[in-house]
């Protein structure tokens, strides 16, 4: 599935016949962006949010984020890790991976591997 200008890239394991976990990650999404507008209600965060996240990945309740950059994983992480919890999906695993070629490829809170 291929998002729009707005919403990233959305990959389902085992393919992407399954609307309810399709709309999980649209949720998780929109969620993301909502604790975005309240933490940063204006200012640049607001304007990096924009394209931050490359793509989001769903594979049995795992949720792996693949983030334009390490400057956006650094600013946005823990916003995506609660925006997938508040679609119920607390206690389950986000991994966070770098597209930026010349970066680290899996990101951790804190440390770059």
Known sequence: ????????QLRLAGGEDHPDRTARLLRAYDAMGALVRIVWPTGSARVNWEGAIVSMHESDGHLTVTWRDEDDYEQFDKIADLGW????EEGTT????NADPGGARVLRHGFVY
């Open 94 to 97: 986000v991994t966070h991976e």
């Open 85 to 88: 919890i508040a679609v119920g």
């Open 1 to 8: 599935m291929t998002g729009n200008a707005r919403v990233p």
